[in-house]
């Protein structure tokens, strides 16, 4: 879904077409009405039922239209001024508050116990999103959906000998496909976890560049290059590699990963994944993971370029669509762009995506 003004202006349209198709059947019933009386004057009378349930229809459909359109562009303005607020306040003590989280995350990080605890807590956390997200759920399905947010850290790694395995263009590519995606279908904007970044509901999406993804310092084995794609693996010391890595690369926004509120998600570049696949993403954890391109240039061509979008969907309660292959989690490289409605409710339920 578009923004708040675009989506009424496609809702005005969407009322008008109605409307037209309505008279269109009437005047067709009235066209092959009966010429004998009483016949022809009672067809006459279910023709002006016709116009005028067909009136009514309209004039109701325009209504709700101006009703759902001010409600979501006094929520967007609300936002915009609180978001304006917590940014400036977050930007200033998140510092320290991911310096706490981070010693919890370090707990988090030992193999199997460590492991237990994270799950734990983010699968509360999903539950918690979903009971207070039960009113946007319920907005949502009556088309009041103003923008949300969705923030992610993109991370690409270095193998054994320190080489990147993602040229930085192509994971500016992936972001970018994902921004529009995800702005067009759900009204959701995805932004860069990262301090002083502000949003308006009433501004374009984001343009991702080059400041978005960080390249890592380090070098990394085997265990993060070349995940498995299954949960089994984060319950060993591949598990917790990947909790230090992440804890580490994407250390700011580390309290709302702990506390679950607008979790981040980590969007890691790595050399391969096991099995035939070119992303992954375990959904309870903060992770999506892409093959990136130096081992797999093929991955650059535009048919493939929504796999970081499609592994985040995943993160964000999202599961694979097998019979539509312009649908977004279709589970193909060739994936499309589009989301059902009741995936977009789904994924606006998300701990990931929240106002603020």
Not at 133 to 147: A, C, K, N, Q, T
Not at 319 to 348: A, K, Y
Request: negative net charge.
């Amino acid at each position: 879904m578009p923004s708040c003004i675009e989506w009424a202006e496609e809702r005005h349209e969407e009322c008008s077409d109605t409307s037209d198709e309505g008279y269109s059947e009437c005047d067709d019933w009235d066209g092959n009405c009966c010429t004998w009386w009483p016949c022809s004057w009672a067809c006459e009378v279910v023709t002006w039922v016709c116009v005028g349930w067909t009136w009514v229809s309209h004039v109701v459909c325009v209504a709700w239209n101006v009703v759902t359109t001010v409600t979501c562009v006094a929520w967007d303005v609300v936002t915009t001024a609180i978001n304006a607020v917590i940014v400036t306040l977050e930007s200033s003590v998140g510092w320290v508050l991911s310096a706490v989280a981070f010693l919890v995350e370090l707990a988090e990080a030992i193999p199997g116990v460590g492991t237990l605890i994270r799950w734990i807590i983010n699968f509360i956390n999903f539950l918690a999103a979903l009971i207070y997200s039960l009113v946007d759920i319920l907005l949502g399905f009556l088309g009041v959906r103003p923008e949300k947010l969705l923030r992610v850290c993109s991370v690409v790694l270095r193998d054994e000998k320190g080489n990147v395995v993602a040229n930085t263009p192509y994971a500016v590519q992936q972001l970018a496909r994902a921004v529009t995606i995800f702005k067009a279908e759900a009204n959701i904007r995805i932004i860069p976890s990262r301090p002083f970044h502000y949003t308006s509901g009433f501004s374009a999406a984001e343009t991702p560049d080059d400041s978005w993804v960080v390249v890592d310092s380090g070098v990394s084995d085997s265990d993060l290059l070349d995940p498995a794609c299954n949960g089994a693996t984060d319950w060993g010391l591949a598990g917790s590699k990947n909790q230090l890595k992440m804890s580490t690369a994407c250390f700011y926004g580390a309290w709302r990963r702990i506390w679950g509120y607008g979790s981040p998600v980590a969007c890691v570049f790595i050399r391969e994944i096991a099995g035939d696949t070119i992303g992954c993403a375990i959904w309870i954890t903060d992770i999506a993971w892409i093959e990136g391109d130096i081992l797999h240039p093929e991955h650059t061509a535009a048919a493939s370029s929504a796999t970081l979008g499609h592994e985040v969907g995943h993160a964000g309660n999202l599961w694979h669509i097998d019979d539509d292959p312009t649908n977004l989690m279709f589970p193909s490289v060739s994936g499309g762009d589009l989301l059902e409605d009741w995936q977009v409710l789904l994924l606006r339920a998300s701990r990931h995506v929240t106002y603020f």
